[in-house]
């Protein structure tokens, strides 16, 4: 027998975490949940047709209805929500009350630690919570965990990450590849870094570093965003001087997007248009999707995670590398592998007992060693190096 698994929200990375979780979870069934019964059946026979399977079954939810979300939710070893962050608090509410362990996308550490203030009633539930599982954060948190422990001793982490269209389209050189709330949360808020060892907030799209990442990438642009280490800087708090993430967009991109912010153009309350009131940030929404949206283009995600530290006794950096691109034979992008597949391989670290019980911060949570040897087995590669590092 294998696994019960639930996938709340059947969009682009519900859906690869499905075919994971039935590919290398064990699992014995998934339920693919949506507000839509057309999007679950189509996400369900999707996997079903690339796995050969009936595994993947379809079921409407309205994931604001508590007591059909909880019924749902009864009998689950694990579940993914792969709705808007804004939904998981109470879906961490409902997952105590049905005794299911739960992972999500996350989106927003605000709402991240107050899932985990639900620790003690999670234990008490016999289960795993743990927040913010997609691509950064999630797969970018397990793989600067993983690159620390490659050394005795480390002093600072940067991560550099980012998912990018192959061949970019003019005038964005961009491609969305996920919600696109999720997208301008990250820019519209300030980063949480550590500095000096301490927590601070630093404002978005600042700081501008040009890195080089091997083709089909090159030379982009870095900058803050918000979200992309999560709970990290409050778990190694006076354990580490410094600990960062700046987002990589192609050069140019910096530019229109600080343009939108100071437009304000990513601001949630209304503004009077004529005899209208609107939200200046669904505007953006229904206005930037399109632009940015091209079924078929082939993406790319890339993340380069640089420790600094000792190495028996001497100066070191520690140095891992992903580069993760669309998938001819599935037609997943890479975005959907490296955020559904992540999710996936949490889920079911949760359903095997591999995870501690209660609502866990990911870098706490998942076995870094035991996270790279999952993702080579979905043909994704950490490479990793410890070398001297460079002079200054």
Not at 271 to 278: F, L
């Amino acid at each position: 027998m294998g696994y019960k698994y639930a996938v709340l929200g059947a969009g682009r990375q519900g859906t690869a975490c499905a075919y994971d979780m039935i590919k290398l979870g064990e699992a014995e069934s998934v339920l693919l949940a949506d507000q839509s019964l057309a999007a679950a059946e189509a996400s369900a026979g999707r996997v079903n047709g690339l796995l050969g399977t009936d595994r993947a079954r379809p079921c409407q939810l309205d994931v604001t209805d508590h007591a059909a979300l909880v019924a749902t939710l009864k009998g689950m070893d694990a579940f993914l929500s792969a709705v808007p962050y804004f939904y998981n608090l109470a879906i961490t509410r409902a997952a105590v009350e049905a005794g299911a362990s739960m992972c999500d996308l996350g989106g927003n550490t605000d709402v991240v630690r107050q899932q985990l203030e639900l620790d003690e009633a999670a234990r008490a539930a016999g289960i795993s919570v743990v927040p913010d599982c997609g691509q950064v954060p999630g797969m970018g948190t397990s793989l600067m965990v993983y690159a620390m422990s490659l050394l005795d001793e480390t002093d600072e982490v940067f991560m550099w990450d980012g998912g990018l269209p192959q061949n970019p389209r003019p005038p964005f050189n961009y491609m969305a590849t996920f919600h696109m709330a999720g997208l301008t949360n990250e820019f519209a808020e300030p980063g949480l870094y550590l500095r000096e060892g301490k927590p601070v907030l630093v404002p978005p799209l600042e700081e501008l570093e040009m890195v080089d990442f091997p083709p089909p990438i090159g030379r982009v642009e870095a900058f803050t965003s918000s979200g992309g280490v999560s709970t990290m800087p409050w778990t190694f708090a006076g354990k580490l001087r410094t600990l960062q993430n700046k987002t990589i967009r192609y050069p140019g991109h910096l530019a229109q997007l600080r343009a939108f912010y100071h437009l304000g153009m990513w601001d949630t309350e209304p503004v009077r248009v004529g005899e209208q009131e609107v939200v200046p940030r669904e505007v953006f929404h229904a206005l930037f999707a399109p632009r940015v949206t091209f079924p078929g283009d082939r993406d790319v995600c890339a993340i380069l995670i640089h420790a600094l530290g000792r190495k028996d006794g001497q100066p070191a950096r520690a140095v891992v590398e992903v580069m993760d691109f669309y998938d001819e034979e599935t037609g997943f992008t890479a975005m959907e592998r490296s955020t559904g597949w992540d999710a996936a391989i949490v889920a079911a670290m949760m359903a095997r007992g591999q995870v501690p019980r209660g609502a866990v911060p990911l870098e706490l949570a998942v076995p870094p060693d035991l996270f790279v040897t999952e993702l080579a087995r979905r043909g994704i590669e950490a490479r990793a190096r410890v070398e001297a590092p460079p002079s200054e």
